[in-house]
C-alpha cells in the first residue's frame, strides 16, 4: 500500500504563491513517476503537472506552464508543486498521484493517489 498525504494548501490571492507538498510513506516512491492532479467543484478531475522517478522529464498542462514547477527530492520522498501567479480559475482540490508501472503516459493511468489539499485564490 502506498500512502501519499499532500499540504501546503490555502487561501491565496490572485497573483500570489503556494507551494504545494506531497509525501509518499511507501518505497516505491522512488521508482515511480509522480504527479499532480486537481479538481474544481463541479467540474471533472484534471492533469495538471508530472514528474519521472528520475527527474529526467516533466510536462505541464498548458495552462500552468511558466507558473506552475514540479519538482522531487528523492532522499525526501516528497515531490513538490511550486504555484506561482495564481489565477482564480486555479482553485480546486490538488492531489498528489504515483505511478510505478514505467508508463510513458505521463497524463494518466497512475495508481495510487493522496486525499488532496484545497487551494482557493481570491480575485
Known amino acids: 500500500q502506498v500512502q501519499l498525504v499532500e499540504s501546503g494548501g490555502g487561501l491565496v490571492q490572485a497573483g500570489g504563491s503556494l507551494r504545494l507538498s506531497c509525501a509518499a510513506r511507501?518505497?516505491?516512491?522512488?521508482?515511480?513517476?509522480m504527479a499532480w492532479f486537481r479538481q474544481a467543484p463541479g467540474k471533472e478531475r484534471e492533469f495538471v503537472a508530472a514528474?519521472?522517478?528520475?527527474?529526467?522529464?516533466?510536462r505541464y498542462r498548458k495552462s500552468v506552464e511558466g507558473r506552475f514547477t514540479i519538482s522531487r527530492d528523492n532522499a525526501k520522498d516528497t515531490i513538490y508543486l511550486q504555484m506561482n501567479s495564481l489565477e482564480y480559475e486555479d482553485t480546486a482540490v490538488y492531489f498528489c498521484?504515483?505511478?510505478?508501472?514505467?508508463?510513458?503516459?505521463?497524463?494518466?493511468?497512475?495508481?495510487?493517489w493522496g486525499q488532496g489539499t484545497q487551494v482557493a485564490v481570491s480575485s
Open positions: 511507501s518505497p516505491i516512491f522512488r521508482d515511480s513517476n
Open positions: 514528474i519521472t522517478w528520475n527527474n529526467a522529464i516533466t
Open positions: 498521484a504515483a505511478n510505478n508501472l514505467g508508463s510513458d503516459d505521463y497524463e494518466s493511468g497512475y495508481q495510487f
